[in-house]
């Protein structure tokens, strides 16, 4: 038995949001022009979540290059930011008194993602100590080598969250809507619950 079918969670249906992000990336991935694969995959599952946390009425941020103040990173090395009340999200820059969570956005997992995310955070870490972290990985297959988990990132403070687990990843990637309809029809995708638990992350501080 394989780690997804052990998995206690329900399968994922048309009628989840989850589910609706999937098909949002893999249909914007299409119409993106960025020169690699990997960049266009990486706009557009940024693209979709922001918008989807958006709806949620969270202050996130709206530009896709981001710098804290005093991080000593580059601008788009920051995916997202949510911010506290009232603070403008159509900025570029902000000062860490502003911030309340650091977003990592992932469509899947790679090798070494874990260990890049927390040389950033660390990182970012050191501008001050009130700041929070989310990684937030679109699907991932349990058990992946590569898997970003609370073990991986060696951080309580630093909070994983995989919005749909799967069974594999299909030939042609997850950029084609066929594909993800197959997945969903052969009940090869699981719904995590991590969505609904994010959200609650990050109205709940």
């Not at 249906?13 to 914007?28: C, P, R, S």
């Not at 909070?159 to 997850?174: D, E, M, N, Q």
């Amino acid at each position: 038995m394989s780690e997804f079918d052990k998995l206690q969670m329900p399968f994922l249906t048309t009628e989840d949001e989850e589910y609706q992000m999937l098909i949002e990336v893999a249909e914007l991935y299409q119409k993106l022009k960025q020169k690699t694969a990997e960049k266009r995959s990486g706009d557009a599952t940024e693209i979709v979540i922001r918008n989807h946390l958006l709806d949620k009425k969270l202050n996130i941020t709206l530009k896709p290059e981001l710098m804290i103040c005093g991080s000593n990173l580059s601008a788009s090395r920051i995916d997202s930011l949510l911010l506290k009340p009232i603070v403008d999200p159509d900025r570029p820059t902000y000062k860490p008194h502003e911030v309340d969570t650091v977003i990592e956005v992932k469509n899947n997992c790679v090798a070494n993602q874990s260990e890049k995310i927390i040389e950033k955070f660390d990182k970012i870490a050191k501008v001050s100590e009130n700041f929070h972290y989310a990684v937030i990985i679109l699907s991932e297959r349990k058990g992946y080598t590569y898997e970003i988990t609370e073990a991986s990132l060696k951080n309580e403070k630093y909070r994983p969250f995989t919005l749909v687990s799967r069974k594999i990843y299909p030939r042609g990637g997850l950029y084609l809507k066929s594909n993800i309809i197959a997945m969903l029809n052969n009940n090869e995708m699981k719904k995590t619950g991590d969505w609904e638990k994010l959200i609650k992350y990050l109205k709940g501080k």
